[in-house]
């Protein structure tokens, strides 16, 4: 299976105060469309777990051309674009079903962690992988280099909770997107709209940890911003938003 689809509807309980999908909802439901068709394929949780390994997300990039809006329908579709020893490329591409218009896409790189010892495993024992690859490239440039934020403007700090814990017993990657966009205030979000995010897993981070959030401008930008969640002086996550004014 070469590309994999779900439908989805986005309800008035899933939106944010501009009634929009919020970036950590769609982050949840791009990982899920790769869960999904990481089973259909036959190398999902259950197959990976019974060799002590499991997927982890290790690079996201996303493009939005407009933010998708309460009460509609919307599709995304996944396929893989590559694969290696080390990494998986996977892309993404959320499709307004009301207007079949392609509204964003994401580029993603992923890593089988070994349960025990934390490091990664050789992916090329995963022959339905290799089977799967479609080799469609992302439309956009993908990700570049991310830095840590050296001279901070804004900080945070948050202690991890049992809610913010995944299966993989680290923090979710929506709790660390939440972190990046709660660095800004309400009218930030009513006056602009996040039309690129770019994020590297550097660290995992654990229950009861206490994070701290920075963010600063890109080279002085009033459009782009870095931002970093730190753990005991250490880089867990190191993020780039891009505004775009509405």
């Known amino acids: 299976m070469k590309l994999f689809s779900h439908e989805f509807y986005l309800t008035a309980a899933e939106v944010n105060a501009q009634r929009e999908m919020p970036l950590s909802r769609l982050v949840t439901l791009i990982i899920d469309t790769a869960t999904g068709h990481a089973n259909a394929i036959g190398i999902g ?110 900080e945070h700090t948050y202690r991890f909770a049992v809610s913010d814990i995944d299966v993989n017993r680290h923090v979710t990657t929506r709790r660390y997107i939440d972190l990046i966009v709660d660095q800004w205030s309400i009218e930030q979000f009513d006056n602009n709209r996040v039309t690129r995010f770019e994020i590297a897993f550097k660290h995992e981070a654990r229950y009861g940890e206490l994070s701290r959030t920075v963010s600063a401008p890109h080279e002085g930008s009033p459009e782009v911003f870095d931002v970093m969640t730190e753990v005991n002086s250490t880089p867990c996550a190191i993020a780039r938003i891009h505004f775009t004014q509405r």
């Open 45 to 154: 949780f259950d197959r990976m777990i019974s060799y002590g390994i499991s997927w982890v997300l290790s690079r996201l990039t996303i493009d939005i051309k407009r933010p998708l809006t309460v009460n509609r329908a919307y599709r995304i579709d996944t396929w893989i674009e590559n694969l290696n020893r080390m990494f998986s490329e996977r892309n993404f591409e959320l499709v307004d079903m009301e207007t079949g218009e392609p509204i964003a896409w994401a580029h993603s790189t992923w890593m089988a962690i070994n349960m025990e010892t934390r490091r990664p495993s050789d992916l090329t024992m995963l022959t339905e992988m290799k089977d799967s690859i479609n080799g469609r490239p992302y439309p956009y440039i993908k990700g570049g280099k991310l830095l840590p934020v050296i001279d901070a403007t804004v």
